[in-house]
Nanobody, 122 residues
Framework: VQLQASGGGLVQAGGSLRLSCAIS????????LGWFRRAPGKEREFVAA????????YYADSVKGRFTISKNNTKNAIHLQMNSLKPEDTAIYYC????????????????WGQGTQVTVSS
C-alpha cells in the first residue's frame, strides 16, 4: 500500500483546507484509512478514520463537527475537509492505512504516507 498526501498550506483562523490522500493498493475491501497529525513538540495524534467498504467514520473530539473525512471510490482517495480551522490545528498531517476496522490507535496502522504541513495563523 502506498499513500500520497497533499493539500496542506497556510490559512487564517476560521478558514478551510481540504487534504487529499491518494491510495495505491491491490485490495480495498478490507482497508481502513486514517488521518493523524503531529504538532511541534507534541506526539502524533489521531484526527479521523474511515472504513473503505462501509464508509463508517470516527473522529477525535477535538475536530468533531469541524472536520469531515470522506472517500472517493473512483479516484481511490480519501479527503479531509477541515473547516473553522484554529491555530491549534497547526501540524503535519499524515494519512495512514491498515487492513481491518478503523481505529484511533496509530500503532495499528501499518502504512504511512509522507506528511503535509497545515499552518493556521491567528
Amino acid at each position: 500500500v502506498q499513500l500520497q498526501a497533499s493539500g496542506g498550506g497556510l490559512v487564517q483562523a476560521g478558514g478551510s483546507l481540504r487534504l487529499s490522500c491518494a491510495i495505491s493498493a491491490r485490495i480495498f475491501n478490507n482497508i481502513s484509512l486514517g488521518w493523524f497529525r503531529r504538532a511541534p513538540g507534541k506526539e502524533r495524534e489521531f484526527v479521523a478514520a474511515i472504513t473503505w467498504r462501509t464508509g463508517s467514520t470516527y473522529y477525535a473530539d477535538s475536530v468533531k463537527g469541524r472536520f469531515t473525512i470522506s472517500k472517493n471510490n473512483t479516484k481511490n482517495a480519501i479527503h479531509l475537509q477541515m473547516n473553522s480551522l484554529k491555530p491549534e490545528d497547526t501540524a503535519i498531517y499524515y494519512c495512514a492505512a491498515r487492513f481491518g476496522a478503523n481505529t484511533p490507535r496509530n500503532d495499528l496502522y501499518r502504512y504511512w504516507g509522507q506528511g503535509t504541513q497545515v499552518t493556521v495563523s491567528s
